[in-house]
């Protein structure tokens, strides 16, 4: 059964940047046959969809309806196969990038921006930018 595991959280002064990772702890699966999606969930509000990288590396970016800042051109997604990792370089990190944030392997190939179309997830990461 595939796990992910997240890693690389932390707090950040705005303007500062981030690494995440997401790496897949079952041997002998590999993340590339995954859609790998980023999402974040803040206190109260719903989990949202970030970024997210195809089995075919089509990379695609989410931004939610009351955003300030966008994730487009801020954050990068980004996958190494010989490490059975997927990266979400986050830059120019704002406080409203504040959330839990969480790795999740699809259903199918393709990526979404709904949660409803990934089936193994990750226990999350805490991203707190503050000054």
């Known amino acids: 059964q595939l796990q992910l595991v997240e890693s690389g959280g932390g707090l950040v002064q705005p303007g500062g940047s981030l690494r995440l990772s997401c790496t897949g702890s079952?041997?002998?699966?590999?993340?590339?046959?995954?859609?790998i999606g980023w999402f974040r969930q803040a206190p109260g509000k719903e989990r949202e969809g970030v970024s997210c990288i195809s089995y075919s590396d089509k990379t695609s970016y989410y931004d939610a309806f009351t955003s300030t800042y966008s994730v487009k051109g801020r954050f990068t997604v980004s996958r190494d196969s010989d490490k059975n990792t997927v990266y979400l370089q986050m830059n120019s990190l704002q406080p409203e990038d504040s959330a839990v944030y969480y790795c999740a392997a699809g259903n199918t190939g393709d990526c979404s921006a709904s949660p409803n179309f990934y089936a193994t997830w990750g226990q999350g990461t805490q991203v707190t930018v503050s000054s």
């Open positions: 079952t041997s002998g699966l590999s993340l590339n046959y995954y859609a």
